[in-house]
T-cell receptor
Framework: GQNIDQPTEMTATEGAIVQINCTYQ??????LFWYQQHAGEAPTFLSY????GLEEKGRFSSFLSRSKGYSYLLLKELQMKDSASYLC??????????????FGTGTLLAVQP | DTGVSQDPRHKITKRGQNVTFRCDPI?????LYWYRQTLGQGPEFLTY????????KSRLLSDRFSAERPKGSFSTLEIQRTEQGDSAMYLC???????????FGDGTRLSIL
């Protein structure tokens, strides 16, 4: 089956660093995505990992370990505007399926002054 | 740069009525996806088009749901005989190719009275 787990909520302080973890179990893994979603808005693409290792993009980095079924999103120099839900999504190609994304429930991050 | 556009943004209707939503993808994107999102959950895959061909439908998509992409550009999602459980945010996404990130529209929020 398919299962994606991430914490429901996290709180962090402005200027700090926060790490949001995601574990997954899928039969046809073909890449992991992180999206940011502010309340009432569309999910916005942040990062993509298909090979093991760290991908860095400005204040955001994402790490993947395929053998462990594990990823994390690292946010540095937190700003108030980073308060949002962060969605972990796996692209599932099981059974020759399409490139649909299987999403976790999202981690609601609250950045405090 | 125009992103994915969805119309309407909000739809309120009585139970039993039919509703239709429209999605205009990013112009050069040949892949189009529909997802449904309820409060506190990540988006759930509904269906997928490559150009005008509908290549996959989720088991979530009952017989009351139908989607089209007649000319391989915009797409419509119709729900017939709406039920209370259909209340959700309906998100459309598009991508340039199967391996490329999916870019989401702002969604259509459906409320069933």
């Amino acid at each position: 089956g398919q299962n994606i787990d991430q914490p429901t909520e996290m709180t962090a302080t402005e200027g700090a660093i926060v790490q949001i973890n995601c574990t997954y179990q899928t039969s046809g893994f073909n890449g992991l995505f992180w999206y940011q979603q502010h309340a009432g808005e569309a999910p916005t693409f942040l990062s993509y990992n298909v090979l093991d290792g760290l991908e860095e993009k400005g204040r955001f980095s994402s790490f993947l370990s395929r053998s462990k079924g594990y990823s994390y999103l690292l946010l540095k120099e937190l700003q108030m505007k980073d308060s949002a839900s962060y969605l972990c999504a796996v692209r599932d190609m099981a059974g020759g399926a399409t490139n649909k994304l299987i999403f976790g429930t999202g981690t609601l991050l609250a950045v405090q002054p | 740069d125009t992103g994915v556009s969805q119309d309407p943004r909000h739809k309120i209707t009585k139970r039993g009525q039919n509703v239709t939503f429209r999605c205009d993808p990013i112009s050069e994107h040949n892949r189009l996806y529909w997802y449904r999102q309820t409060l506190g959950q990540g988006p759930e895959f509904l269906t997928y088009f490559q150009n005008e061909a509908q290549l996959e439908k989720s088991r979530l998509l009952s017989d009351r749901f139908s989607a089209e992409r007649p000319k391989g550009s915009f797409s419509t999602l119709e729900i017939q005989r709406t039920e209370q459980g259909d209340s959700a945010m309906y998100l459309c996404a598009s991508s340039l190719g199967g391996a490329q990130p999916q870019h989401f529209g702002d969604g259509t929020r459906l409320s069933i009275l």
